[in-house]
């Protein structure tokens, strides 16, 4: 694994691709306080039940602790979390950047996923629909959360993501993907700014990465801890509550088993765990840290259900990445 070196601005400032747009190194990802939310089949999609006041208290806060990123979707409990997110932000809206998401087909009254439509008429419905929730004119970062389009359908809304542009409803535009092949496609759009993608210190994504580097993409980085993994407070046989999407995880959610937490994958964090916790940092704030100091295109977007896991993931920000040196310690302890 190469860092092409990570430089660090005093405010912890980072530039979303080729938009010009500027946000915190840290954005906060809005999946979770969407509430619970399902497929048809009972598989739950979201992370349980949530506190919405709670929810507010916590976006305020990082709000107050610098944070100006927030990324949600209009799947996230079926609307309900982009509502959230409009209700917290309220009169503060100008000054953050809000990124959603498109895509998967919805219904709100069920609280159910109930397919998808990739067609360019559903993105403009879809956006409509965003926007009133998000009680806003514009999105900043309108992102495709099909992470496996068919490229050609995908260069279609790319072309529509850019009528978006010219009608002033998004400022830029993004796919949410593991593919570099797909996430090139929506590059070659002008205001194509980044792609989001997992990444996180068990899941290094170096192909992904060096797209970004060579395209001018930022890197918004999905699951950067690991779905909990890497916050410490998930151990061997913990059980979930039956609403939790990792208490019944789905073929692409690696780490968890019906049991809970993986013990291999638990016994990986132990490996991490001097190395990321050295400087003060807790478990969560070195892992967010390893991100930053893999590439400087690097956004992590952890997600939060408490004032408190607001308050320890913006408090990675006053600590910065990790150095070249803890990078190598990190791959050697991985055997990468």
Known sequence: MESSGSTWSDDGRRT?????????ALGFGCWAIGGEWARPDGQPLGWGKVDDDESVRAIRRALDLGVTFFDTAD???T???ERVLARALGKRRADVVVATKWGNVIDEERRLAVGSDDSPEYARRALTASLRRLDTDHIDLYQLHISDADPE????????CEEFVREGLVRAYAWSTDDPERAAVFAEGEHCAAVQHRLNVLQDAP???????????????????AMGLLTGRRGTGQSLEAGDIRSRPPAWLPGFGDGGADPEWLARVDALRSVLTSGGRTLAQGALAWLWARSPRTVPIPGFRSVAQAEENAGALAQGPLTAGQLTEIDDALGR
């Open 16 to 24: 979303l691709g080729r938009s010009g747009i500027e946000v915190s």
């Open 75 to 77: 799947a996230y409990g």
């Open 79 to 81: 609307g309900h979390s």
């Open 153 to 160: 359908r995908a260069a279609q809304l790319r072309d529509t």
């Open 207 to 225: 192909e992904m990465l060096a797209l970004c580097e060579e395209l001018g993409l930022a890197s918004i980085n999905r699951s950067p801890l």
